[in-house]
């Protein structure tokens, strides 16, 4: 006897399910073939990158990609450790749709001699890309559907670095799905 | 033999507990009562919305309620899968929110002549509106608590629509739990 | 015959891998040893704070860390109830940083004469609340590493009050993993 996973495919086609639960039938076969709960996490070190936003999508995928392949359906949480840069998902194409939010981002933010910050003991730049990096977030969660990351066809994962000078930047990856 | 999964109640009664374990007793019944862990995985189609922001709880709902109520506890992710809307978590009941937050991006993410993008060829909504993609962001994680999402009373799920012209949006709805 | 849980540990040590699957081998040793797959769901009252971004990662640990130790690899899901507040994850050790981005979120969302919101019944503090509420986001969800939240040395997770008038604020916590 063997616990099993049983991929059911309801009537309305959309949804694709998975229910992990036992099974009377004794069958390898289905064992093998049927995908399990699982989980997988990893530190991912980006190299430095001089302020601004950067596509990072396929430094991600590289680091993943084989794991990310064996889920079916699950989540994909990237995590940045840092309080000065940020991750966002957005378009992937065009590079001046990346120099304009960092354009915007230094115009909302005012930084120098103008700006009204307490904090300026780590660099003018320093309290700036703090905002900066609460207004973005520094976590995302994508779908995985069949083995990849479920974006839409222009997005794209961006990692924006707030502070002048380039830092290498960790983001902790947790795959988890069936 | 059975696997089962058991529900933990705790001395604090606050948590709602559950581990999917083995057992070594013989139980039918039990196994068919507690939950198993499952996934779901759904591409829901917005219609196309004006401009602006818009509560879309129901229209989720309307999609995902029946699955979603087989689920004691878990997670719901909605992934919007464009690059100039957004999705976030706000007021339900005055619309007069949902046009003052439309006013608000509006202002402080300039358009047209004053506005200093590169990227103009989608026209002058465009890269304001991956801005304020960003801004507000592409995904939410809701709790599941009894088969129903556990947001506050006044909570509501929005799609922000900020481009000029109106848009079928797909979301990636990605449902976790026991 | 014992269902188990297996962690695998790669070629590649940076990745910390488990599946969660049947074996055919008999060992109650080893069943008891490997972490099964787990939910646990609570939601946490925080005390009425005063208008501003707040520290409160001791006050969360509190009341999840027992619970957390229990987790090997997974996610932790904190989902604020409110629309008028916010959570995000910003410099753990300045409090100087804090008050600068209450300046900041007030000196992008005007209040009182100036503004220009229709939303006024409930104070002039409150469709800016919305609107600070929606920028930073009521979610985050942060990663599990043997038994500990998985953040950056600097980075804590901060509760900001965007009202004037303090209100204890519920926080649903979701515990997932192995």
Redesign the interface.
């Known amino acids: 006897?063997?616990?099993?996973s049983s991929v059911i495919f309801s009537s309305?086609p959309?949804?694709?399910?998975?229910?992990?639960?036992?099974s009377?039938t004794d069958s390898n076969s289905m064992?093998a073939t049927v995908p399990?709960?699982?989980?997988?996490?990893?530190?991912?070190t980006l190299p430095p990158l001089r302020r601004g936003c950067h596509l990072v999508t396929s430094q991600i995928l590289k680091e993943i990609r084989p794991?990310l392949s064996e889920f079916k359906?699950?989540?994909a949480?990237l995590?940045?450790?840092?309080?000065s840069a940020s991750l966002?998902?957005?378009?992937n194409y065009?590079s001046?749709?990346r120099?304009?939010?960092e354009?915007?981002l230094n115009?909302?933010?005012p930084e120098g001699r103008s700006a009204?910050?307490?904090?300026t003991?780590e660099g003018p730049d320093d309290?700036p890309a703090?905002?900066k990096?609460?207004?973005?977030?520094?976590?995302?969660?994508?779908?995985i559907?069949d083995g990849r990351l479920?974006?839409?066809?222009?997005?794209g994962i961006?990692l924006c670095e707030h502070r002048d000078a380039p830092t290498a930047r960790?983001v902790?990856v947790?795959l988890?799905?069936?």
């Not at 995590?79 to 309080?83: M, V």
Request: with cysteine; hydrophobic share 40%.
């Open positions: 006897m063997l616990m099993q309305k959309a949804w694709v399910k998975a229910v992990h639960r036992t009377s064992a399990a709960p699982k989980w997988a996490q990893k530190t991912v794991d359906c699950g989540l949480h995590f940045l450790q840092h309080t966002t998902i957005n378009e065009d001046d749709v120099d304009d939010t354009t915007f115009k909302i933010v009204p910050w307490k904090h003991l309290m703090h905002i990096s609460s207004m973005f977030g520094c976590a995302l969660t994508i779908p559907t479920n974006m839409g066809t222009w997005q961006w960790r902790v947790t988890n799905g069936i």
